[in-house]
């Protein structure tokens, strides 16, 4: 692969984790139980760390980094899931949830990438903090975390 190649794929990786933090401000909006929010915000501030991390990878090719520009709206990667209205948690977290599959699927193919050592641990820390966004959103999900904890609202 050439080195421009690499830097286009990175770039992509990079705009993958912009729209993540954009997606991440539209679901935490629909999400009120304060111990989801808070993950959902630590998710964030993840997206934001790989952007950082990947942006110093890039610039160490030569290449220029993606701008994060608070503003935006929409999404560049295609398949990544807008929420632009208040539409409730459970369809905050299933978006969320497609969102973090594909950032699992393009993280799992970045590590297939002929980069060197200290790009390719940047990349797998990365990777790893997907899964762990992925599996907590499917935990999340299964146990409709969300109600028990407005039901014990109401029972106190
Ligand atoms: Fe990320
Ligand atoms: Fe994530």
Known sequence: MRQD?????????????????????HAVENIDTPEIK??????R???????????????GLGGTAPAFKKDFKGHVIEGFTALRSKTGPEQ????????????NSMYGEALTWPVDPAARAVIRANAEDERR??????????????ESTSRDKRVA
């Open 5 to 25: 190649d690499i830097i286009g794929k990175l770039k992509k990786l990079a705009q993958l984790d912009i729209d993540a933090i954009h997606a991440y401000d």
């Open 38 to 43: 808070n993950a959902m915000l630590g998710f």
């Open 45 to 59: 501030q993840d997206h934001f760390r790989h952007v950082e991390n990947l942006s110093r990878v890039i610039a």
């Open 92 to 103: 905050a977290l299933k978006a969320m949830r497609s969102n973090e599959k594909l950032t």
């Open 133 to 146: 966004h992925l599996a907590y959103i499917e935990q999340v999900l299964n146990d409709r975390s969300w």
